[in-house]
């Protein structure tokens, strides 16, 4: 409230005229706040952004109806929306921006909505046939970030029906499901001969030697045959 006075100068004919009070008020005027857009679709992982165009001296903050689906800041004139992990898509948030009151306007308030959904990562491809070895082996697949492994991980025996899974988390989702087939070939030992051919006179005798490639666990009785016993035995 301010009050102003009024009054005549005195002059020698005339006393000063007696005072008189005037009272004035200033009240606020009604601001006014925007964004623009005002909805977005989010993709887990990847922020939001809208700008805000306001009237008024007032601060300006924002919260969120649910801060499961999406969480939010301001810096400036810049609204930034953060979508949040779930398990299923087409989650809403309500986001609201609120410029107080200050000296000069009175608060307003917008609003944005936010759709999140979860982000679509892919599925590895099935590696290379592995070989026999007599102990544990990997299956060579990486599950993609956002996912965690399961199934035939880790195999010592031949199979061609080994699969590993990939599972999505909160956040992430595959396109379809996940699994990735995957091989242990048999293991084929090597038979060399010294020499490896050569003529032997009748009723003589020959020698050979044979050496024997293999792992320990396919190691077996060796054994010699002939082609054509009425040749040769």
Known sequence: RRTERRASGSTGNCNNAAQKQYAASVTRINGSISLSPTTGTLTYGTNGTATITKTGDGSVSCSTSDSTVATC???????????????????????????????????????????????TITCPSSPADKTYSGSAQGSGISCPTGSTAGGNTSETNASDSYAQTCTAQSGYKFASTCSVGWKIK??????????????????????FKAKV????????TLTAASADTTKVS
Do not use: E, H
């Open 73 to 119: 800041s301001v810096s400036g004139s810049t609204l930034t929306i953060t979508p949040k992990a779930n398990t299923a898509d087409n989650k809403t948030a309500t986001i609201t921006v609120t410029m107080a009151t200050g000296t000069n306007y009175n608060g307003a308030t917008a609003t944005y909505t936010a759709t999140v959904n979860r982000k």
């Open 186 to 207: 048999k293991y084929t030992p090597v038979i060399t001969l010294t020499p490896a051919s050569g003529s032997v006179a009748y009723n003589s005798t020959n020698t």
């Open 213 to 220: 490639t293999s792992i320990a666990s396919c190691l077996g």
